[in-house]
C-alpha cells in the first residue's frame, strides 16, 4: 500500500479487534415520500450546505480486461482503459481527475488505484494536485476500493459527503455532467439517511450494463426529479432489458453521493465479512504501523463488487436522480467507443484497422466547434 500527499506524510497502522456496529433500519420509501412533501423545495434549490464538507473518491483500479484485446492491437501492449487516450488529449482517468478537482479541493480527494498500475497512473497525475493517492496491494474489487478510501475520509471528516467517481466511464458535456453531481450532494442533505445514485435514460438495449428501476417520485424541480428505487438489475437477459427500457429503467452510472456515515453503514450491511478490515485501519491511521496493517488486512481479503452487491441488496436506501442532458457511457467495449465519437463528431486518437468487422469506415467530420476546447 502506497499514498502520495502533497506534503507526503501518510502512514499505515495496525490491526485491532473488530466490532459489530449495528445498522440502522431503513426508512420506508412512505416516509421519504411523506419527507419530500414537507417542505423540501426550498432547500433543493439552496446550494450544498458545508461544501467544504464534500469529498471526492476517484475509483481507478480496474483492469479493462473485456478492451484489452483492442489495446493491445492498437498500442502493442496492455493498458487499463482508464489510462487510454481514446480522443483528444486526456485520459479518462485525466478527465476524471479534473472533474474531482472542479467539484471538491484537492485536498479532498482520495484516488484509489492498482499498485502494477502505478507506473501508468503517475504519468498521469503529472502537475495536477493530486490530494491522497491510495495504491491497492491487490485488487479486491469494488467495494474494498470504495471503503479504503471511504476509511481515509472518515478518519478526517466522519460528518463529510463523499462522491464516487468511477475513472472508465465518459460523460459530455462534462458542466452537465457536474450540476448533476452537485444535485446529488444537494440531496444527500435533505436526505441524509438515503445513498443518491446518479442514472441515465437509456437510448438502446444494453445487457452489460446495470439497470435501476426507480420507484415513487419524491421531488421534482423543472429539469430533474428525484425518485426512489425499486430494484437494480445487474447484466440483465435480453427480454429483462427489453422489459426495463419499457418500464422506464435507467442505466446505472455507479456514481454515487452519500453521507460518510450513511455509506459506512451500508458497507456493514452489505459486507460483515470485509468492513471488521476497515475498522481495524481506522484505528491504526496515523500510527507507525499503519503501512504494515493495510498489508495485512488486504491478505485473503473477500473480494466483492459495489454495483452488483450493496446496490441490489439495499434498494430501498437508495433515491435516483436521472441526468438531464447528459451523454454517458461506459466504455467497455470499442463498439461503445465509436458508436458515442460519432455521437458528438469526433475523431478517435487510434487508427481504425484496430477494430475488427463489423466497423465501418469512421466518416470524416466538417466541424468540431460544438467540443469544448481542451477536451
Not at 48 to 63: F, M, P, T
Not at 161 to 167: C, D, N
Not at 196 to 213: A, I, K, Q
Request: glycine share 6%; with cysteine; proline share 6%.
Amino acid at each position: 500500500m502506497i499514498a502520495r500527499q502533497r506534503d507526503h506524510s501518510i502512514a499505515f497502522g495496525m490491526f485491532r479487534e473488530s466490532r459489530r456496529l449495528e445498522t440502522r433500519a431503513a426508512k420506508s420509501d412512505r416516509a421519504i415520500v411523506e419527507k419530500g412533501k414537507k417542505g423540501r423545495k426550498q432547500e433543493m434549490g439552496d446550494h450544498a450546505k458545508n461544501h467544504d464538507r464534500v469529498w471526492s473518491i476517484v475509483l481507478a483500479k480496474g483492469e479493462g480486461e473485456r478492451l484489452r484485446p483492442f489495446v493491445q492491437r492498437w498500442l502493442g501492449h496492455p493498458r487499463p482503459k482508464q489510462y487510454c487516450t481514446f480522443v483528444g488529449t486526456r485520459s479518462l482517468f485525466q478527465h476524471t481527475l479534473d472533474r474531482a478537482d472542479r467539484l471538491t479541493a484537492a485536498e479532498r480527494k482520495m484516488t484509489v488505484i492498482a499498485r502494477p498500475h502505478a507506473w501508468e497512473a503517475w504519468p498521469q497525475l503529472g502537475q495536477r494536485p493530486s490530494g491522497m493517492v491510495l495504491l491497492q496491494p491487490v485488487n479486491r474489487g469494488a467495494a474494498a476500493a470504495v471503503f479504503l478510501a471511504l476509511t481515509y475520509v472518515k478518519a478526517r471528516d466522519a460528518k463529510g459527503t463523499v462522491v464516487i467517481h468511477p475513472s472508465d466511464h465518459f460523460v459530455y458535456p462534462e458542466h452537465r455532467f457536474l450540476d448533476s453531481i452537485r444535485r446529488a450532494v444537494r440531496t444527500t442533505e435533505s436526505f441524509p439517511d438515503r445513498l443518491v445514485l446518479l442514472g441515465v435514460s437509456p437510448d438502446r438495449l444494453e445487457l452489460d450494463y446495470g439497470w435501476v428501476e426507480p420507484g415513487e417520485q419524491v421531488y421534482r424541480a423543472s429539469n430533474y426529479r428525484i425518485q426512489t428505487v425499486q430494484a437494480f438489475l445487474e447484466k440483465p437477459t435480453a427480454a429483462q432489458a427489453d422489459a426495463a427500457l419499457a418500464a422506464g429503467a435507467l442505466w446505472n452510472t455507479s456514481v454515487v453521493a452519500a453521507k460518510v456515515e450513511t455509506l459506512w453503514e451500508s458497507g456493514w450491511q452489505c459486507f460483515p465479512d470485509l468492513m471488521p478490515r476497515f475498522e481495524c485501519l481506522l484505528g491504526a491511521i496515523g500510527t507507525s504501523t499503519e503501512a504494515k496493517t493495510i498489508e495485512t488486512i488486504y491478505d485473503h481479503m473477500p473480494a466483492h463488487d459495489f454495483s452488483s452487491e450493496l446496490l441490489q441488496l439495499i434498494p430501498a436506501q437508495f433515491v435516483v436522480i436521472e441526468m438531464a442532458g447528459v451523454l454517458w457511457s461506459d466504455w467497455g467495449t470499442p463498439e461503445r467507443i465509436i458508436h458515442t465519437l460519432r455521437l458528438i463528431g469526433r475523431q478517435p486518437t487510434f487508427q481504425l484497422n484496430c477494430l475488427d468487422p463489423p466497423f465501418v469506415p469512421f466518416a470524416q467530420v466538417q466541424s468540431q466547434s460544438k467540443i469544448p476546447v481542451g477536451f
